[in-house]
């Protein structure tokens, strides 16, 4: 089948063939080609973040309240296995899953119920049928009370949305402020070999307001997102 | 009249008659406006970002085709293949003949009005494709055989018992009102799909071009499962959806959701480059773009109205849109309702068929101050009469327009039609808004307004002639 890339492109090269009159209702500042005074413009104009960590860790247990994220800050890995344990007993869970790293594999030590590991790859039904995914991830935001997860940092796209469940192990030296830093991160860490072909951005547990515009929690993704901090 | 006009007006008197219908639309919105109030108070300067953002998008469809050129190519180099549609033809034989030289047996679909546009389910279904839309919403009005009611809240029309009625109906579920169950009955139905479907197709709210991914906007989790768990994944993309930087996303990604839902970020933000690559364990094994034209570039080659490409479809100048708050989404006939839809339709569709829409407005401009990258919508809609009247101008509107012109220029004669006015008009009180006044177009809906007893120039005389200054 043939492919209309040149035709398109000619098109488009035809129609801006007359000139861009500027843009006809703005006038900022910063317009993006025209050498702007700041590196990062937008930084100016979103959500202000506070600069020390305790303020960060702060605004994101402040934001995940408000999103129904379930925050835990832990000193010690004995203190994560105990919230997991927890966890594991209300829910009754027979089986999770989760990605090796050293922090997700603590989390699990001695736990009960058993564990599918997806390093390997995995059967979709088998995956389906875990009552929880535990996996790692690139960094949180505090702006937003996110969690940025890429194909690696989380066992894959599947683990951290297919279980009803999902509970994220993080550090406090992965806390960034803002979007804006968040992919400053990515760039430094996948700029110059290649980007996992899978980022996200994880605000909240699944959700949808398509009943009459009223929330519910768990519409396909997870119902219940948890986040474990512990200290570096 | 066109059979489209007729429609519209059929379509937009029933709804506007429709209390009911029209509090109920109010009342889903009341929500929005304190959470989209709350969510643009959290910015340092709402109205500065939107000035960014406005520029940033106009930047990027100023350089449109090097910005898709380099989005292609970085997105390649990672193993996507990128098809270029020029119309919406071309881009549903592609879809059909990927999903039959891969024997693709069934379809999941995450929410794109792109989609939309293109008629694309028709085409699959009518191929022997089974497609399920997999966004809640989608879900609903596909069951009910419907379009989306709004581009962002596709099911806002339908009561809770309706779609209780629904699900029992279509899905043998137990009758229920609660929100939370219903949800679940849906989520329940969808599982085995996703587990099972071969081939996932979802839009994009973004294309990257300086990293070639694509960013998908969601709340639900659905259009995660569906680019994950098929192996092959099929991505329809406007061309205008690019952005120069990766970073870009930064500012655009809470914008959407402020503007599109009150939220400061929505729930899923995920972007896609390339399907799995080789040290990844899970993934499509292919990834297809479908960039589409389908006279965007024809919208793009009207320099006044090329702000319009700039459009993220986040549905904010529908939700605060007087005559969309009325007629409701459904009276529109068009993919894209209210203002923006609007707008572009005529571009899109035909001007002389769609110019009525530009005429189903009040021009209060509650829309270009709700467009989170100042797309000057009002303007745009005057723009549109404007080019519709010099294109193929009305017999009886100009007829009328040139008589006015006359007789406003020619006073004895404008003096006289006053004197005649001052008589008819306690005659025309008899028959006001009957089937026997003539000026019934206008008197049906709306009182007359009243002659004044003196004409200016009467009371210039008598004021004057009293009291010489």
Known sequence: MSDGKEIILRHIREALRENPAPHPHSSHPHAPQGGGSSEHPQREWLPKVGETLGEQIALFASQSEALKTEFHRCATQQAAREVFSRLAAEGGWKKVATHSTPDTLALLEGCAPSILKTDNGYQIDDLESCDAGVTGCECLVAQTGGIMISAPSAGGRALSVLPPHHIVIARTSQMRPDLTAAFELIQQRYGANGFPSFLSFITGPSRTGDIERILVLGAHGPKRLTVILLEN | MTSIVAEFQRLARRYTADRQHRAFIQKGLSGYYQKRDAAKASFQSWEDARDLAAQTKYDAVNHLDQYLMEFTEKIEARGAKVFWASSAKEARDFILRVARENGVRSIIKSKTMTSEEIHLNDALEKEGYGVIESDLGEYIVQLRKEPPYHLVFPAMHLTRAQISELFQKE????????????????????????????????????????????????????????????????????????????????????????????QQMTCYNTMYGGPRQPDEIDGPEQMHIVLLDNRRTELLADAQQRDTLGCIRCGACLNVCPIFKNIGGYSYGTTYQGPIGSVITPHLRGLQEWKHLSSASSLCGACTEACPVKIDLHHHLLQNRRNAARMKAVPAEKISFLAFAWLMSHPPIYRMAVALGRIFEPLHRLVNGTALDPMRAWTKTRALPKLAPDSFHQQWKKHRGGKPS
Do not use: Q
């Not at chain 2, 599982?191 to 998908?216: H, L, P, Q």
């Not at chain 2, 959806?241 to 990604?253: D, G, I, R, S, Y």
């Open chain 2, 171 to 262: 899905l043998g579920s137990s009758p229920t009102d609660d929100p939370e169950e219903l949800t679940m009955i849906a989520r329940r139905a969808m599982r085995r799909k996703y587990c099972e479907a071969d081939m996932g197709i979802s839009g994009a709210n973004f294309a990257v071009a300086e990293t070639g991914m694509i960013s998908i906007t969601e709340n639900e989790g659905n259009a995660r499962l569906t680019t994950s768990l098929p192996r092959i994944h099929v991505a329809l993309v406007g061309i205008e959806k690019v952005l120069p930087k990766l970073e870009n996303l930064a500012l655009f990604l809470p914008m959407l959701a402020t503007a599109g839902a009150g």
